[in-house]
């Protein structure tokens, strides 16, 4: 019989990996990353479903004021930006990025429920700068995502979401292994 010692149990638990939504992140990432996130698109996070609960539960007429709220929040962000504040922007940017000509419709369903209004289309040009400011160094959110296997593959994602915002702009290109 194997003797197992808390210390083994600390770093099997530390260092097994899961596999979720086709996303693989090790467990010691996921509770780096927050302990509700399983994958790299925009509402795979407990912090984005509960904002798109929150849009679920807000007015229709105010379901935009709150998209608004949320990407200048974190478009005038002076100072670090916190993890939860860059997972409602980029959630934020997703559904933007939905009735754009190239976008893709938002059908997770951890996604809203409820049917969002038409929004203006200056909210892309805001969704666009508060991705910027996502990707930016002074970004816990970036800063997480950098430190995993998965970070290139998650800017590539942001990137691509912003090309579709602001199709002037080329995507960054990363690539998702070395030569």
Same mark, same amino acid.
């Given at each position: 019989?194997?003797?197992v010692?808390?210390?083994?149990?600390?770093?099997?638990?530390?260092?097994?990996s899961?596999?979720?939504a086709?996303a693989r992140?090790?467990e010691?990432?996921?509770?780096?990353?927050g302990?509700g *996130?399983?994958?790299?698109?925009?509402?795979?996070?407990?912090t984005? $479903?509960?904002?798109?609960? !929150?849009l679920?539960e807000? @007015? =229709?007429d105010e379901?935009?004021?709150l998209?608004?709220?949320?990407?200048?929040?974190?478009v005038?962000a002076?100072?670090?930006?916190?993890?939860?504040?860059?997972v409602?922007?980029?959630?934020a940017?997703?559904?933007?990025?939905?009735?754009?000509?190239d976008?893709?419709?938002?059908? *997770?369903s951890?996604g809203p429920?409820?049917?969002?209004p038409?929004? $203006?289309?200056?909210?892309? !040009?805001?969704a666009?700068e @508060? =991705?910027?400011?996502?990707?930016?160094?002074?970004?816990?959110?970036?800063?997480?995502?950098?430190?995993?296997?998965?970070?290139?593959?998650?800017?590539?994602?942001?990137s691509r979401?912003?090309?579709?915002?602001?199709?002037?702009?080329k995507?960054?290109?990363?690539?998702l292994f070395?030569?």
């Amino acid at each position: 019989m194997a003797l197992v010692t808390n210390a083994h149990v600390s770093f099997m638990q530390t260092y097994t990996s899961l596999t979720v939504a086709g996303a693989r992140i090790s467990e010691r990432r996921h509770e780096e990353i927050g302990m509700g *996130t399983w994958g790299i698109g925009p509402f795979e996070d407990d912090t984005a $479903a509960d904002f798109a609960d !929150t849009l679920d539960e807000t @007015a =229709l007429d105010e379901r935009e004021n709150l998209i608004r709220s949320t990407l200048n929040r974190t478009v005038q962000a002076q100072d670090y930006l916190d993890f939860s504040e860059a997972v409602e922007a980029v959630a934020a940017a997703a559904l933007i990025a939905a009735q754009c000509p190239d976008g893709e419709p938002v059908t *997770t369903s951890f996604g809203p429920d409820e049917a969002l209004p038409l929004l $203006a289309t200056d909210l892309r !040009t805001l969704a666009a700068e @508060a =991705l910027d400011r996502v990707l930016a160094e002074e970004s816990e959110l970036a800063e997480l995502w950098d430190d995993t296997d998965d970070g290139p593959r998650w800017r590539q994602s942001i990137s691509r979401l912003r090309g579709i915002l602001d199709p002037r702009t080329k995507p960054q290109e990363d690539s998702l292994f070395e030569i």
